[in-house]
């Protein structure tokens, strides 16, 4: 039996580890890519034992770059060899220049270097992918941000590459019409990257990632249409 599959970017912490656990429990094999290969595989041992529903079930670890060409070629083999995917997240991301820097002193090799993470790694990731995703009748899972539609000071060059990539969604969803293509807002999270963005400053406020889990697996269960979505209005109603 073909269980499904879904490749999970910027998997070995924060959000894509959190949303990794939790595609783990709907019956989801896992391809996960990080960076540090270390951080990698300490999520994918702890996947392996605690979330994955299935004994047969899988998890493929492949730490790299997603900026790599020929690390996006490796993730692009590891489908292959698994014979299908279902759902590629683009997750791992970048905040850009820290401490964040008005657009006026934005270094420009730091804003180059955001797009390219941000926007320009996983369109690259998204069309090697297309093949495997139109044989299943896949879904692309972007997450983007509240900075890419709302004008934050200090947080210019992270929500343009944002804007970009919520663009390069909303196109692929009307060109790709036997997808199902999602980009999704999580709101602020207690994330490594939400701490680089307020140095020295208490964020505890902020929820964990697991709390934004169940919204995020709600499009992908019920196949939600395409479009633009904010995590706060899909959470499960309570009571």
Do not use: C
């Not at 292959?80 to 995917?85: E, F, I, S, T, W």
């Not at 006026?104 to 297309?130: G, K, W």
């Not at 804007?163 to 807002?185: F, K, P, T, Y």
């Amino acid at each position: 039996m073909n269980h499904p599959i879904a490749l999970v970017t910027g998997a070995s912490r924060g959000l894509g580890r959190a949303l990794a656990a939790g595609l783990a429990r709907e019956g989801y094999d896992l391809i996960l890519d990080a960076r540090t290969a270390a951080d990698l595989a300490a999520a994918a041992t702890d996947l392996r034992e605690h979330y994955l529903r299935r004994q047969d079930a899988t998890v493929t670890a492949i730490p790299g770059d997603v900026t790599d060409p020929a690390h996006r070629a490796a993730l692009l083999r590891a489908g292959q060899a698994a014979g299908r995917l279902d759902l590629l997240v683009n997750n791992a991301g970048t905040l850009g220049a820290s401490p964040l820097p008005a657009l006026a002193d934005y270094p420009v090799a730091e804003l180059r270097a955001a797009f390219e993470v941000n926007v320009i790694a996983p369109v690259a990731l998204t069309q090697l992918m297309l093949p495997l995703l139109r044989a299943s009748g896949g879904a692309v899972l972007n997450i983007t941000s509240d900075a890419a539609v709302e004008a934050y000071a200090g947080w210019g060059g992270y929500g343009a590459a944002k804007a970009a990539l919520e663009q390069a969604s909303n196109v692929l969803a009307a060109e790709e019409l036997g997808l199902r293509v999602w980009w999704a807002d999580p709101g602020d999270l207690r994330t490594d990257m939400h701490q680089r963005a307020f140095p020295g400053q208490d964020i505890s406020d902020r929820p964990r990632p697991e709390a934004v889990v169940p919204a995020l697996t709600r499009l992908v269960t019920e196949r939600l249409p395409s479009g633009r979505y904010r995590a706060a209005h899909l959470m499960p109603a309570v009571g």
